[in-house]
């Protein structure tokens, strides 16, 4: 592999020592720029353009991350960013998503390590196959109705008297009552007469 | 205060009406006495002999000069014996028999002669039982007997008194008119007793009520006065109802000394001013101590027949006004010192005392003759008094239900402080040791998986087990950043840790975009997090729907629901587990609604928590 010049960014003395090893096993050839902190990596004035990727953490204590990955971003559109974190967060995530940062980590997939750089240097994203599932599975977790909603409209649309439903699903009516009005709320219905024309419209009875 | 209105008119009142009674004096001479109809008051037909000589020797006298005096007897002069003379003429062929009434005779000796053709005859005699042994000593201060044969000229009366000032007004009536008075007095006692008990009742109803002694020793001072009164019916009923005046007496002293102690208790509780002038405080209740010692004496009936029986006339003729007096200059040091309610009692207590001053010391001092309209210049006084008393002890009622209401709310506020502190607190540590978890220990087994053996796998397997757990805990610990949208996002992903193969966790959002408070949206992930893990731990459910769903007027519902086996809510709360009432504790911070549908072994718990739209906006910071 050419020569590349890479800087590591994380708060953790250990893992960053390590990540270079890995590094240089892998890329002997390779400048490699170990930092602690965004504050002493300002304070060496580097040419950020004559590099070729940034491995960061997302948290460092006492630091903004995010808004400096946005101002590298703006200023070094051509320095992709590969993200090492301990954090599975979708809203994490997202936001790195959406400051258009490359590549995305978890800490402990160092063996993905190589070939996300590899990946990356040749001007793809690469997202840890866990941290894609993740995502898909908290962004599905939404659902539309819940079970005991489509029982309880399936029951208004029989013509069941709130306490009857009530008695059937072995519910308070108090609870009959708050699943009609979300379940109104929810398909924008007025009565429970638009309940029953939903039924009669969605679900076979 | 508005009652800044009517101090002025009543005083004004009060002042015109005793000015009035100044005009209504006239001078007579000779009483006719079959033109009575009505009691009349003598003083304009006494004429009055004052001399040292104690002799009762009627003969020595007949010829002295009498002074016509219409204002009636004058008070204190060197002199202690007055002859007086009344000068009556029977025209009228019949004896009749007519009673001179002293209504307050504070008289050592008093004889009655009458003058009949030349002829002088001893009628009656009465006074305070002096000498003591003197059996010619019928009673003290009842009506006077009088017969009045025709031809009787002149009434003969030898006073005997002690340096004080005489209250003059006495009254010749017939028998029929002492008991119609007597009636007519009753009347009017018992109108003061029945307000005095029906006063009194209030009073010790607001005690047991609100727990304030100023409406015990109010109840006291009622219960004084309206002792006092039951004692009045003893002056003139001695003649038609027998009530033995010693009893009357002592009836009379309990309801003096009841009001007496409490009086002074009263008023300091409404306005505290013991603190100054403690000297003259301590004089007062050493007064008031002597009063009720002399109380206690007058309780043996030998008593009455002694110079104590005399010596508690002084007491109660030269201290009682000292007291009352004693209370008014009290109020107004207390009102130069701005004390509490001080202005209002010094006007409605000193209208009092101007009312008792007309009514009890003018006449006595020959200033002001006795009519109805002093009479009602009293009542007026009096009512004024009342007035002004309960205005205040209705004031401090009210104050007392606010100043509860003010300390309830208190204690609630300091009880949501400390559910916040507690809550605020378990969210610090939680942070700490999450975020410690998270950062020293999950970083370090990062570190320890680079740095292991790669072709270990099984040790590779534990560290990645490991470091999952490891976020799983502090994922469950550190409270989420959470920033506008992040909330569905951060549960969703709470949702995800719980989810597994044999647990499906949902969830939905609708029109989630107007909630945007921090605190509320924390409160409500741990809630959710905490219905999670019971779920987990005890529903054996197999689906979670979570809601969260925010309607047109801004209030959100959380609806969590699970296919669970249900639960005792009231065996749950009381148990070891702290998680519902974690929950119910934020539910109160974020004052809301929080219900529980769910039985023991039924299918399902539902949990519907209503946070209105109030709170929403409020605590947003």
């Known amino acids: 592999m050419k020569s590349k010049k890479i800087i590591i960014l994380d708060d953790h003395t250990l893992f960053l020592k390590g990540m270079e090893l890995i590094l240089k096993e892998y890329c002997p050839n390779c400048d490699i720029y170990t930092y602690q902190s965004i504050k002493k990596l300002k304070h060496d004035r580097l040419n950020l353009r004559k590099f070729d990727l940034l491995v960061s953490d997302i948290e460092l204590p006492d630091e903004d991350t995010f808004s400096f990955f946005s101002l590298l971003k703006e200023n070094y559109p051509r320095l992709p960013i590969l993200i090492v974190s301990m954090h599975k967060k979708n809203a994490i995530i997202k936001k790195c998503k959406a400051i258009g940062i490359e590549g995305y980590l978890l800490k402990h997939e160092d063996q993905q390590l190589t070939k996300a750089i590899t990946t990356i240097l040749s001007g793809k994203e690469y997202f840890s196959k866990t941290i894609v599932d993740f995502c898909k599975q908290t962004n599905n977790i939404n659902e539309n109705l ?60 | 205060m508005s009652l800044n209105k009517y101090y002025i008119p009543s005083i004004f009142l009060l002042l015109l009406l005793s000015i009035t009674n100044l005009y209504s004096q006239n001078k007579k001479n000779i009483l006719n006495i079959d033109l009575l109809e009505k009691p009349i008051g003598l003083d304009n037909y006494t004429y009055i002999y004052s001399t040292k000589d104690s002799s009762t020797n009627i003969n020595n006298i007949l010829d002295k000069e009498f002074i016509n005096t219409p204002k009636g007897l004058h008070g204190i002069n060197d002199n202690t014996i007055y002859w007086e003379r009344y000068s009556f003429s029977n025209t009228t062929n019949r004896e009749k028999e007519y009673y001179i009434y002293f209504p307050y005779a504070i008289i050592n000796k008093l004889i009655v002669f009458t003058h009949y053709k030349n002829i002088i005859i001893k009628n009656a005699s009465l006074g305070m039982l002096y000498p003591r042994k003197n059996k010619e000593i019928e009673s003290i201060g009842y009506p006077i007997k009088i017969s009045l044969k025709p031809g009787i000229t002149d009434v003969y009366i030898y006073i005997k008194h002690f340096r004080l000032a005489l209250r003059t007004t006495s009254f010749l009536l017939t028998e029929a008119q002492l008991r119609k008075s007597n009636e007519n007095q009753n009347e009017i006692i018992w109108f003061w007793k029945g307000f005095y008990i029906f006063a009194a009742l209030i009073a010790i109803i607001l005690f047991i009520v609100t727990r304030r002694k100023m409406f015990l020793y109010y109840f006291m001072l009622n219960l004084g006065m ?37 009086l002074p208790l009263l008023i300091n509780q409404i306005t505290p001013y013991s603190k100054l002038r403690p000297k003259l405080w301590k004089l007062i209740l050493f007064i008031n101590g002597f009063i009720a010692l002399n109380w206690f004496i007058c309780l043996f009936p030998y008593t009455l027949t002694t110079n104590v029986f005399l010596f508690t006339t002084y007491l109660y003729n030269f201290y009682a006004p000292l007291i009352l007096i004693s209370q008014l200059y009290l109020l107004y ?50 009512l004024f008094e009342i007035f002004i008393f309960m205005l205040i002890l209705g004031k401090e009622t009210f104050s007392v239900y606010q100043h509860r209401a003010t300390l309830l709310e208190k204690q609630k506020e300091h009880q949501s402080n400390i559910i916040c502190a507690i809550v605020e607190s378990q969210e610090k540590e939680r942070n700490k040791v999450g975020r410690e978890l998270h950062d020293m220990i999950g970083a370090n087994i990062s570190v320890i998986k680079q740095q292991a053996d790669k072709s270990n796998e099984k040790l590779l397997n534990i560290i990645d087990r490991t470091i999952e757990s490891v976020r799983h805990l502090s994922h469950g610990l550190v409270t989420p950043l959470i920033k506008d949208d992040d909330f569905v996002d951060e549960i969703n992903e709470l949702c995800v840790l719980f989810s597994n193969i044999d647990l499906k966790v949902k969830t939905h959002f609708h029109n989630w975009n107007r909630i945007d408070n921090k605190i509320i949206v924390t409160h409500l992930y741990r809630i959710t997090q905490e219905l999670l893990q019971n779920a987990v731990k005890h529903s054996k459910a197999s689906k979670i729907s979570i809601q969260f769903l925010v309607n047109n007027n801004g209030e959100l519902t959380l609806m969590y629901e699970d296919n ?43 949990v519907v928590i209503n946070v209105p739209a109030s709170t929403i906006c409020l605590n947003n910071n």
């Not at chain 1, 399936?154 to 979300?182: D, F, M, W």
Request: aromatic residues 10%; without cysteine.
């Open chain 1, 146 to 205: 819940s079970l005991r909603e489509e029982e309880i409209i399936k029951l208004i649309a029989k013509g069941h008297p709130n306490q009857k439903i009530a008695l059937i699903l072995t519910l308070s009516v108090e609870t009959i009552k708050t699943h009609k009005r979300n379940i109104k709320l929810k398909l924008n219905l007025k009565s429970t007469s638009d309940i029953i024309d939903f039924a009669k419209n969605n679900y076979l009875l």
């Open chain 2, 226 to 262: 309206g002792t006092y009164f039951t004692g009045e019916i003893g002056e003139i009923s001695k003649v038609i109802t027998n009530v033995p005046f010693n009893l009357t007496a002592n009836i009379k002293q309990t309801g003096i000394l009841l009001a007496f102690i409490s």
């Open chain 2, 333 to 382: 040091v207390a009102y130069k010192a701005h004390i509490n309610n001080s202005k209002v009692l010094f006007i409605g207590y000193g209208g009092y005392i101007f009312a008792l001053f007309i009514y009890g010391i003018l006449p006595n001092l020959g200033l002001l003759q006795q009519n109805l309209m002093v009479y009602n210049t009293f009542i007026l006084g009096s």
């Open chain 2, 564 to 606: 669970g086996i249900g639960f005792d809510y009231d065996k749950a709360i009381k148990g070891d587990g702290l998680g519902l009432i974690n929950i119910n504790n934020r539910i109160h911070i974020i004052k809301s609604k929080i219900y529980y549908d769910t039985e023991k072994n039924r299918n399902g718990t539902t």
